[in-house]
């Protein structure tokens, strides 16, 4: 037998109440009444509710069927805590708070009140503490724990009569009621008595921005994890999403969202690994959630589900539906593809394949748009490995950032940190070719930041005797991130490290792991970290490295800005210190794989083109590369694709660049503005002008990270020793940010000075707009000094 199982509080239950007394029992679900045959069928479905648990399972049991009461308290003598019938109050008034078990009966009550309903409960609980308080533990309405707190008699009394969050509070003495001055509310859900009877769990929900008085969610922070955290992240996208954002578009989309659905269960069906598994899983997790908060579906909604689910007494065979199930194919050539598997068209170039770009023409909107998407940001995927780290540095601190080095690195440190003067030993192996390099290019970018430092305030006067300035300060302390996976990047050094010298930041910190063979940095890093003025070299990449300089630990001082890319886990600990206040650390700017888009003509040279596409594809796997095409004939996009194949081959990378030109693409356009308009629309971190007079359109440009312009300008310059900076906005971003500069490591302080005069001039309107805002201490603070100063005309008020 099945029946359906209805919420005890919500508009599900309340439309299933009808004015003819019914029975009802206090308790955790509503039978719907009208699903039941006899007094028997009652009892099967307590049975089932009770099956596998030792607590007391308390029904509600609605509709309008008549039963024998009596026959039912002894049929249900051992399965439920409190009969109540014909009930002289609105059920839905009273908190579904658990009724112990009163042991070999069953109280039968004509009529019941909420006095009684506490009296009931409180005599079930007790405690030993000598101030006569209840701990209570609070959780919201997915379990999560908020806080710990207390309560009284008459703060459990007043919770259960109001049906709201109400405590007791130690430090005032008094009865507390949660948010009554912030605003911060709690509707009270249930109430649970622990197992020794001595402890409370108050379930509710919470409004506002939190139950801790810090302004986090909980009382052990932000409850960010998990399905409920995308849960929440995803119903803020529904409203804030940038425009353009992939999760905006899968909102919109509906055709796309399904496609992805069914392609992350296909791969989730292929995955082998259990790091497969669980990446996979989470992917279809997210696109389940994507379109479950799309439709208004709440996983309360799905739990509740899953709860029907599961005290279902019959059962179907439970086999898959045809089309889902596998075919013979051995005798059968005709056998179609599974939908899921041609909604899935990823582009794979194998060892004997040629190394081509694919190619879309403008008009094709859909082929723009895949070769235009940005791979999936997984950050908020890998905060529960990121989330630990962080915390183990806090806590732990030195000793934690030597253990995730030996532990990731493979490197056992005495010190995790390398203090200037730096010993000469690192510098071994560092040649005199590559010093005069480095000396090169740490020269021209200090040119070129060092004309961006602005010397003098800026003052402008707006009225007379009302003079305003806005002058720059050095941020005092900043890390510099350096990578040191696949590649040595002391040019990232030096991009990030001459700007903070330049700007005058009292203390810039390097952090970069150390390598494997000898435990060491790259004699490159060390060398451009003594003539930055860096103070140390923290050993340690990762998360790692991040947490250390934005809370600080025994060697590793505190900083205040963060800069410098990295991988995924780099990536997610940077924005997670942004976004903790404890940590008052900034970062430079948001980071995404790198990506490079060309536009070239006819006359192009295929050989540049070529080189300037591969030098992108050879950073990783994941970087992206466009070429945009402005009238480009057959022939020239073959011989262009035939110069990224035989360059491709003689490249020590080329692995890495075979599976970043498979997702890569060749975009036709007719003219030159329509190339610029889809540059501008994707806002490439590097935006390569190929084309003839390629200065005369530098003005088309509106959002790109750096512009290298003209044949003889490949990125690679700007990368190393133009003297422009390196470090770019990525992942579309360019419309927001600027690329690293000497003001990135800088912060505009403004001033003002106001005469007597300069009060007469701008003190009125300054009261008028305080007093319409109701600030009537900011509109004194004007008319206490003009009244002193006898500018106040004699009728003001």
Not at 198 to 216: E, I, M, P, R, Y
Not at 345 to 364: H, M, P, Q
Not at 516 to 543: F, M, T
């Amino acid at each position: 037998m099945t029946f359906p199982i209805i919420p005890l509080y919500g508009s599900d239950f309340q439309a299933t109440l009808t004015a003819k007394p019914f029975l009802r029992l206090v308790g955790d679900v509503a039978l719907d009444a009208s699903a039941f045959k006899n007094d028997t069928d009652v009892l099967n479905a307590v049975k089932q509710l009770l099956k596998g648990s030792a607590r007391t399972v308390s029904l509600v049991l609605t509709g309008d069927k008549e039963f024998d009461e009596n026959q039912l308290i002894n049929l249900l003598n051992n399965g439920v805590s409190s009969l109540l019938t014909n009930t002289a109050i609105p059920f839905d008034s009273i908190p579904k708070a658990r009724v112990l078990e009163i042991p070999s009966t069953i109280t039968l009550t004509n009529k019941i009140t909420l006095q009684s309903f506490t009296k009931t409960f409180l005599s079930q609980v007790k405690t030993d503490r000598k101030d006569g308080l209840y701990t209570t533990l609070v959780v919201d309405d997915k379990e999560r724990c908020l806080g710990l707190v207390y309560s009284s008699i008459g703060s459990i009394t007043q919770a259960i009569s109001q049906q709201v969050g109400v405590y007791f509070s130690r430090s005032r003495n008094e009865i507390w009621v949660k948010g009554l001055t912030s605003g911060n509310t709690q509707s009270l859900l249930s109430i649970d008595i622990d197992c020794d009877a001595d402890a409370l769990k108050f379930t509710v929900s919470q409004v506002g921005t939190g139950f801790c008085h810090n302004g986090t969610q909980s009382c052990f922070g932000d409850l960010t994890y998990g399905l409920t955290g995308l849960e929440h992240t995803l119903n803020d996208r529904m409203i804030n999403a940038v425009d353009g954002s992939y999760t905006q578009r899968l909102f919109k989309d509906e055709t796309l969202l399904n496609a992805k659905i069914k392609e992350e269960a296909e791969e989730l069906t292929e995955a082998v690994t259990k790091d497969e598994l669980a990446w996979e899983a989470a992917d279809l997790f997210y696109f389940a959630m994507v379109r479950l908060v799309a439709n208004g579906v709440s996983l309360a909604d799905v739990e509740r589900n899953l709860g029907m689910k599961n005290l279902k007494i019959t059962r179907r065979k439970g086999d898959a539906k045809e089309k889902f199930l596998a075919k013979d194919t051995k005798n059968n050539d005709n056998t179609q593809e599974p939908a899921a598997k041609k909604a899935k068209v990823e582009r794979t170039l194998g060892s004997n394949d040629k190394i081509y770009l694919d190619v879309v023409n403008s008009t094709d909107l859909e082929g723009v748009t895949k070769a235009v998407t940005r791979p999936i940001q997984k950050t908020s995927q890998i905060m529960h490995l990121v989330n630990p780290i962080i915390d183990n540095v806090r806590k732990i601190g030195d000793k934690a950032l030597m253990d995730y080095t030996k532990k990731f690195d493979g490197v056992d440190l005495k010190a995790p940190v390398l203090e200037a003067p730096f010993p000469e030993e690192y510098l071994e192996g560092l040649t005199q070719e590559m010093k005069e390099a480095l000396d090169l290019s740490i020269e021209n970018v200090r040119k070129f930041h060092a004309a961006q430092l602005q010397k003098k305030p800026l003052v402008v006067t707006t009225q007379p005797g009302v003079v305003c300035s806005r002058f720059p300060r050095a941020i005092e302390k900043v890390g510099i991130y350096i990578p040191g996976g696949t590649a040595i990047l002391p040019s990232t050094a030096l991009m990030l490290g001459v700007p903070a010298q330049v700007a005058g930041c009292k203390e810039i910190v390097f952090a970069s792991p150390p390598r494997k063979s000898d435990g060491k940095v790259s004699p490159e890093v060390v060398y451009v970290a003594i003539k930055c003025g860096a103070s140390k070299i923290v050993l340690a990449g990762g998360a790692q490295a991040v947490a250390a300089m934005a809370y600080g630990t025994e060697s590793v001082p505190k900083v205040d800005k963060i800069l410098g890319p990295g991988n995924q886990f780099v990536t997610a600990a940077k924005m997670y210190v942004q976004n903790d206040t404890q940590a008052l650390c900034s970062i430079d700017m948001p980071a995404g794989p790198s990506e490079v888009l060309v536009i070239a003509d006819e006359d192009a040279d295929v050989d540049f083109v070529a080189s300037d596409l591969l030098s992108q594809a050879e950073h990783g796997i994941d970087s992206q590369v466009i070429l945009v095409g402005v009238n480009l004939s057959d022939k020239k996009v073959q011989h262009i694709q035939e110069a990224v194949h035989e360059q491709a081959l003689a490249l020590p990378r080329v692995d890495i660049v075979r599976q970043c030109i498979a997702h890569s693409t060749i975009i036709l356009c007719d003219n030159y503005p329509e190339a610029f308009d889809m540059s501008n629309k994707y806002a490439p971190e590097h935006l390569i002008l190929q084309i003839n007079d390629a200065d005369r359109y530098v003005s088309l440009v509106d959002n790109a990270g750096s512009i290298f312009v003209g044949s003889y300008t490949p990125e690679s310059c700007g990368d190393y020793s133009s003297g422009t900076n390196h470090t770019l906005p990525t992942y579309g971003y360019a419309r927001q940010y600027s690329g690293a500069n000497t003001a990135t490591f800088q912060k505009f302080i403004t001033a003002q000075q106001v005469t007597s005069e300069g009060l007469e001039n701008i003190g009125k309107a300054v009261m008028c707009i305080a007093k319409v805002e109701g600030l009537d201490g900011h509109r004194n603070a004007i008319k206490i000094r003009m009244s002193k100063l006898g500018l106040l005309p004699k009728d003001f008020v």
